[in-house]
């Protein structure tokens, strides 16, 4: 499995090149799966789901002209037998992962069997936002909303990284460096403050930033 973490989605060519890159084929040729699963956990999470799958948003995933667009609901999946969706996931080329609340992607990532299934996937995984975050050991109380019943922050750990997206966002005010900072802090690994222009791509272990915005990197 390869990683292409986002804040904000494909936004830049730098970006949009790097998903090509790690495709090996163009995204005409391509199969894509899209999860907006976090997006319930939010109020309005229904038309959020909507706009991500309609390309309204403003942050461009599914819209970029792939070969075919299937929808993976992971709440469904533990009332339904694998064989109806995992052959499918075997068969995707990129799977697309919408924000919304990382704590609730996190939990039915994990109660579905698809965290479990990722990284024997041949397959692109392209995050925004939370379906970025979701990928890390842990998110930070700075970012919990939605409580699993265990409590706690920690998330999937497929990478050894955390991210803080939307640096400097206009409409999240709360997303400064200051508070980026302040967030790192408090996290045991690597952090990354990113914003919408930005992305990390993970690939056999190595991580590169791609970027045409600003970013830093909290050691």
């Known amino acids: 499995m390869k990683l292409l973490l986002t804040a904000g989605g494909v936004t830049n060519k730098s970006i949009h090149d790097a998903l090509v890159g790690m495709l090996d084929k163009p995204?005409?040729?391509s199969n894509a799966l899209g999860i907006s699963t976090a997006s319930y956990a939010l109020p309005g999470g229904a038309s959020k789901a909507w706009q991500?799958?309609?390309g309204q948003?403003?942050?461009p995933m599914c819209e970029l002209g792939w070969k075919s667009m299937g929808m993976l609901e992971l709440t469904a999946l533990p009332s339904i037998d694998q064989e109806l969706w995992v052959p499918m996931l075997k068969e995707t080329d990129v799977l697309l992962v919408n924000g919304g609340d990382p704590m609730y992607l996190s939990y039915w990532m994990q109660q579905s069997g698809l965290a479990e299934l990722l990284p024997s996937l041949r397959l692109v995984y392209v995050g925004m936002s939370a379906g970025s975050m979701v990928m890390a050991p842990n998110i930070g109380e700075f970012f919990v909303r939605w409580k699993p019943?265990?409590?706690g922050d920690e998330t999937l750990g497929l990478v050894d990284f955390a991210m803080f997206p939307h640096l400097d966002h206009e409409m999240l005010l709360y997303?400064?460096?200051a508070?980026?900072?302040k967030w790192a802090a408090g996290m045991q690994g690597p952090a990354?403050?990113?914003d919408d222009q930005t992305a990390i791509k993970v690939v056999d272990g190595a991580v590169e930033v791609v970027s045409e915005g600003h970013w830093k990197l909290f050691t």
Do not use: K
Request: without cysteine.
């Open 192 to 194: 990354y403050a990113m």
């Open 179 to 181: 508070n980026a900072e």
């Open 27 to 29: 995204i005409a040729e």
């Open 57 to 59: 948003p403003g942050n």
């Open 175 to 177: 997303n400064t460096m």
């Open 149 to 151: 019943p265990t409590g």
């Open 52 to 54: 991500f799958f309609n």
